[in-house]
């Protein structure tokens, strides 16, 4: 199997954690997991539940979405800018890594409840670790062939850190969060809502993009992710020209009672974009057609 190390100056941070591709085996397998028809879901208590998915399924998750996390990183000595670094390398890492794309959304959610229900104060040195145990601990969860432990530290972070480590960090956050990682994301919301009004492929792709820029920004945590979801998929319309299903997306949107502030969000995502150059790994490493992204992303900025 031929291994490609990336360019460590790119991340210069982050350069304990560069890592090599996997073959598109585990990719095939990913794809292999069922559609989506009952969701293990659960409720304010924890208690858990098995639901059978309604025609309107995106109520459900409404009901069952919960999870914010708004200032996150006041009890620590993190600021923004490292944590939009470490969302950025953390979707170089599951995208080099073929997961599946909710795996992601799950992870960062990981990371930043933890930090929120932190009591202690976290240093910026322990960012790495957390951020890397988030994702092992998201693949394990989601993902249907996973980023092993040996994965992890060999690939990954190259041995800067030991299984130990990885597995007490994985015990703690597990621990702090109630063993409960099954948050409702954006991603949830994007894919049910595409399907529901049947939207387009390159749209919903489109949409998933832009919640991935959206999940750099810190003012967004305060969002949540029904409103995250439907304006992606809106202005993912509209930079597409597709007016027809910009009309179908604010429809779902007021039938679903969601209030969403669609200029406020476009403007956050042109401001993150234009003043974040270094930023989007997943420009190039997701599979998409990112002249189509790059372009449409300029044009919706006029």
Known sequence: MQRH??????????????????????????KQQPQLIIRCVRNRSHTPERR????????????????LTPDCLLRHNINEHMRAKMVDWMIEVTSIFQSLPRTF???????DKFFTLQNVSVSSGLLHIIGLTSIFIASKYEDVVTI?????????????????????????ILKKLGFFVNFITRCDFIEEISKEISLSEDLTRYALFLS??????????????????YCCLFISAKALKKEESAIKIL??????KVFVDFESFKADLIKFKTLNPKFQKAQTTNKMDFGLVNGTFHAFIQ
């Open 5 to 30: 190390h990336k360019n460590s100056s790119s991340t210069s941070s982050l350069k304990l954690f560069s890592f090599e591709p996997r073959n598109n085996t585990r990719q095939e397998k990913n």
């Open 52 to 67: 059978i998915i309604t025609a309107d399924c995106t109520i459900l998750l409404q009901t069952e979405e919960y999870s």
């Open 105 to 111: 959304f799950i992870a960062v959610k990981i990371m």
């Open 148 to 172: 092993s432990s040996k994965e992890v530290v060999d690939l990954i972070a190259h041995n800067k850190i030991s299984s130990e480590d990885l597995f007490m960090t994985e015990q703690a």
């Open 212 to 229: 991935q820029v959206s999940m750099h920004i810190y003012s967004h945590l305060s969002l949540k992710e029904s409103q995250i979801a």
């Open 251 to 256: 429809a779902k949107c007021v039938i679903s």
